[in-house]
């Protein structure tokens, strides 16, 4: 069975890397009806485990922010270099 199938053993990286493979796959528009439905099934399933992997990191990031006195405090994680949409 391909790895990339198994996003809980896959590293973020990669089910990334093979989520932009998909899209430029089913964006040539030679791909089969039957292996674009496979392959977007396969996208969707890689980008909720990318998603919920950031969500993770972003919650540790978090969770680990602590004040000079020592207390923790939740500070959202705010990217800095945010490529915009379009």
Do not use: W
Not at 51 to 59: C, I, P
Request: aromatic share 4%.
């Amino acid at each position: 069975m391909n790895k990339h199938r198994k996003t809980g053993e896959v590293k973020f990286e990669q089910a990334l890397e093979r989520l932009e493979k998909i899209v430029k796959e089913m964006e040539s528009a030679q791909l089969p009806l039957d292996e674009v439905l496979k392959r977007y099934e396969e996208g969707v399933k890689l980008a909720k485990f990318c998603s919920a992997r950031l969500e993770e990191a972003q919650k540790k990031i978090e969770i680990l922010a602590k004040q000079a006195d020592g207390s923790k405090t939740l500070q959202p994680f705010e990217e800095k270099n945010q490529e915009p949409e379009g």
